[in-house]
């Protein structure tokens, strides 16, 4: 079993920046790749970004491409998202993910845990 928590999300103008942080629990962090997800109001939930066991890969949407940066630090058992450059189209719960293999994905089925959501608003 894995728990992820989610935190660092807020209210922010946009063109402002925020870092969102997944701490996980368990000792095969460093096994599992990390995605982030997001979902607003009245729409599906979709991909934002995710990231292999080791770090090395990463794939985003093309719609946070060259404003989100995701990273991980297996030591700390932390995965993290850095939003620079928000806008209001922004605005969304944000949710991490983990799978139980190393290999990224943007599909949320193949996603095992999630967490519970962090909410980011973005005011015009």
């Known amino acids: 079993q894995v728990q992820l928590v989610e935190s660092g999300g807020g209210l922010v103008q946009a063109g402002g920046s925020l870092r969102l942080s997944c701490a996980a629990s368990?000792?095969?962090?460093?096994?599992?790749?990390m995605g982030w997800f997001r979902q607003a109001p009245g729409k599906e939930r979709e991909f934002v970004a995710t990231?292999?066991?080791?770090?090395?890969?990463?794939i985003y949407a093309d719609s946070v491409k060259g404003r989100f940066t995701i990273s991980r630090d297996n030591a700390k058992n932390t995965v993290y998202l850095h939003m620079l450059t928000l806008k209001p189209e922004d605005t969304a719960a944000y949710y991490c993910?983990?799978?139980?293999?190393?290999?990224?994905?943007?599909?949320?089925?193949?996603?095992?845990?999630w967490g519970q959501g962090t909410q980011v608003t973005v005011s015009s």
């Open positions: 993910a983990a799978r139980l293999v190393g290999t990224a994905s943007t599909l949320s089925s193949l996603y095992a845990y």
């Open positions: 990231i292999t066991n080791g770090g090395g890969s990463t």
């Open positions: 368990g000792r095969t962090f460093s096994s599992y790749a």
